[in-house]
């Protein structure tokens, strides 16, 4: 066939252009079967690719693609701090891929996997959990290698970076119980984002061993939107404590029940999830869950090295220590 491309190829394979390309390229990564079937269509099409392209191809310096929601987040830019500190060390390339809501997430993994990255760092702890599913099966399917960095999902066995944040929330509410609290609310957000129901479980399941009630309250990260569920919150409902899945949204909780006429902590306890710049910032400071998001960056970053190296891996589950940073709040 005149003129034939990777993407003819591709298509009529039924793969991705990233496995054709490896295929050409690498070969031992692809599994026999699905290899067989490329250099099948390969002949059948006669495909001849183009020399130079495949020349400077072989030539480029290995890439990590990072996929994430939005780069402006406190959280997000230390993970990249810890990310990016490692690829340096490694002289690796490093491509940012956005995901916001309003986009298609099979389209924008598409466009991912076409640019033939050599592997994958999932970042985007605002995917709900079904569409996780899907971006673990599209990249897997992709044969590219893929750590989730502080996010988690369990559907399937993934390499994966985070704290146990099951644990971790379970802790945090059994000591606002300690302390007597009993109308404890758990902040989180409307949209089920795959992160945020670990951290909901552990709220739910401290609740249950001491006989309370779990008290889960959805609302929104946007400022403009949660002030005004939180001033109808307070004039509606018994509360005398609140964790909020992100430290932004603990501190316009306080904000707003300081408004409202209510002291913290005295009145309500307020605590967050993250321990961002939002903790310190926040008057009264904010008591975290301290998440070391720097070191999951970095810690992530090492073990894709070694999935994209082919070098041995003991364990992909890795689990960092967290701990309590109490406050004024």
Do not use: W
Request: hydrophobic content about 40%; some cysteine.
């Amino acid at each position: 066939m005149a003129n034939t491309t990777i993407y003819d190829v591709a298509g009529a394979a039924k793969v991705s252009l990233a496995t054709v390309s490896r295929v050409m390229n690498n070969p031992e990564k692809v599994n026999p079967e699905t290899r067989e079937k490329v250099l099948k269509v390969i002949k059948e099409l006669g495909y001849r690719p183009n020399a130079i392209a495949r020349g400077l191809a072989s030539r480029k310096s290995t890439t990590v693609g990072i996929v994430m929601a939005d780069v402006s987040r406190a959280a997000t830019s230390q993970l990249l701090g810890g990310i990016i500190d490692i690829a340096k060390k490694y002289d690796y390339a490093v491509k940012l891929f956005t995901m916001d809501a309003t986009e298609d997430v099979r389209d924008v993994m598409r466009k991912v996997v076409a640019e033939q990255v050599d592997g994958i760092l999932l970042l985007n702890d605002e995917l709900e959990y079904d569409d996780m599913g899907m971006v673990v099966d599209m990249i897997q399917d992709a044969q590219i290698p893929l750590v989730l960095c502080n996010t988690i999902y369990t559907e399937k066995d993934v390499p994966t970076v985070a704290i146990d944040y099951v644990q971790a929330t379970y802790d945090l509410t059994k000591g606002l119980i300690a302390e007597g609290k009993k109308h404890i609310y758990f902040a989180s957000t409307v949209h089920k984002y795959s992160i945020n129901r670990f951290k909901a479980e552990g709220y739910s399941k401290a609740m249950q061993d001491a006989g309370l009630e779990p008290l889960i309250f959805r609302t929104s990260g946007d400022v403009a939107v949660n002030t005004l569920h939180f001033q109808e919150f307070l004039k509606n409902n018994t509360i005398d404590a609140l964790i909020g899945v992100r430290d932004s949204i603990a501190v316009s909780f306080i904000n707003c029940a300081i408004k409202a006429g209510f002291r913290v902590p005295e009145d309500i306890k307020v605590v967050g999830l993250q321990n961002t710049k939002y903790a310190v910032l926040s008057r009264p400071t904010l008591t975290c869950i301290d998440t070391p998001v720097y070191d999951i960056g970095a810690v992530s970053m090492r073990l894709l090295t070694k999935y994209m190296s082919h070098e041995d891996v003991i364990d992909n589950k890795v689990f960092l220590p967290y701990s309590i940073v109490k406050r004024e709040s």
